[in-house]
């Protein structure tokens, strides 16, 4: 038998055996009595407990009630997540598009399966169609070809790191620089790691730094001007591993205003045009009284 809940309206159906009885809704929960218990329900209500009123049956068997099913949240967050990867370049269409395809399993047959539906189609056209294009100078960017300014910090840091190797090898050595021909091997157990001997713009293996061949087993103690007496420099790979002023190769900066990287008898390492250093810078003055302390 069926009737119209009084509080929400709804379709109800009561099966058959309470017919005399009183109820609940099951929409809204609102005390009823169906029809064919108005007269009697005084005497029913201390009898028997209140039975549950549900929605007419769809397959037509008195008693089947249908429970309307939650919304899926799969579904929803899936096109949120597909709307969110047009602004994220795609990158939250991949989680939108793996909720979408549980949530269409999920939803198959009900009315939220169009939103599932919704979702998984915006979700992999931002993977497939929006993010390659705008992601891929970002990946493809290469990181073997170096900006200018980023091989020069690199030779600069290489540089200075080289520079206080020198130091330590001089402590360990009377206060003497290691042979020029022999400079990089000798400083292998000071150097921190074997990539400080490699520049960035150089083919792995290339030696791209030199020795100033006049400080080749040079006395550290007897020097003027440490600070203004280069030590190491950028240089052409090949040939021997020492040189002077001819063999600077200015690898930085812009057209015009080429720059390379020195290395000084104090320690310390900076990157300048090649015309800036004085003669002198490549010929150490020595004294003979007043020894100076090799620098820590």
Known sequence: MQFQCPQCKRDLEAPDGIFAKEGICRFCGAEIVSPSAKGVRAALKQSTPPDSFGAPSSTGRTGDTIVPEPANSLAKTSLLLGILGVLSCGLTGIAGLVCGII????????????????????????????????????????????????????????????GRAMIMYMDDNDGRYPPAAKWNARLKRYAASPFIYSCPSMPRGAWPYKMNSAMGSAEWSRMMYPMSTVILFDARSGGKPFGGANDVVARHGSTGHETATFAFADGHASVQEPSQLAESAWKPRLQSHRPLKTPK
């Open 103 to 162: 949530a269409m399993r999920q939803t198959r047959g009900r009315k939220d399966h169009s939103t599932a539906i919704a979702g998984t189609v915006i979700s992999a056209f931002t993977v497939l169609v929006i993010g390659p294009p705008l992601l891929a100078p970002v990946f493809l960017a290469g990181p073997n070809r170096p900006t200018t300014h980023t091989t020069a910090e690199v030779c600069l840091s290489n540089c200075s790191q080289l």
